[in-house]
Every structure is written in C-alpha cells, then in structure tokens.
C-alpha cells in the first residue's frame, strides 16, 4: 500500500489544514525531515490513525490525537 494524498486539520501542531500529496514523488522515495519537535511523527501518526484508528507507537494514546 502506498499513500497518495494525506489531509491534516486540528491534529498534533497542524491547526489548520495541511495537505500532501504523496504522488508527486515519482520514484516512490521520500524523506519527512525537519527540526525536533516540527510534527514529522505526527505526520505518520495521522496515517496510522487514518488506516488503524490507533497512533504509530505507543508513546501516544489514540485519545490524545483528536481534536
């Protein structure tokens, strides 16, 4: 399975909406880079939560991802 699009709103440090678009990677290979504490883990947690209802580990509860 692969991600095309990803739509954040209200989740993690994403208040507003943020959109990816994954399909502009034509090779398939991507890397989700920034500072400490920019939101990198959230952006898997929000793909976690969008397929499994759960977040990417277990540091964070499923609760404290919605809005």
């Known amino acids: ?3 095309l699009k ?3 709103c209200a989740f993690g440090p994403y ?3 943020v959109s990816i678009d994954f399909s502009k990677f034509d090779n398939g290979i991507f890397l ?4 400490t504490g920019s939101g ?3 952006i898997f947690d929000a793909i976690c939560y969008a397929l ?3 977040s990417s580990s277990d540091k964070r509860s499923s ?3 919605r809005s």
Do not use: Q
């Open 1 to 3: 399975m692969r991600p």
């Open 6 to 8: 990803l739509d954040i």
């Open 15 to 17: 208040p507003s909406l």
């Open 32 to 35: 989700i880079s920034g500072d």
């Open 40 to 42: 990198k883990t959230y």
């Open 52 to 54: 499994y209802g759960e």
């Open 63 to 65: 609760k404290s991802l």
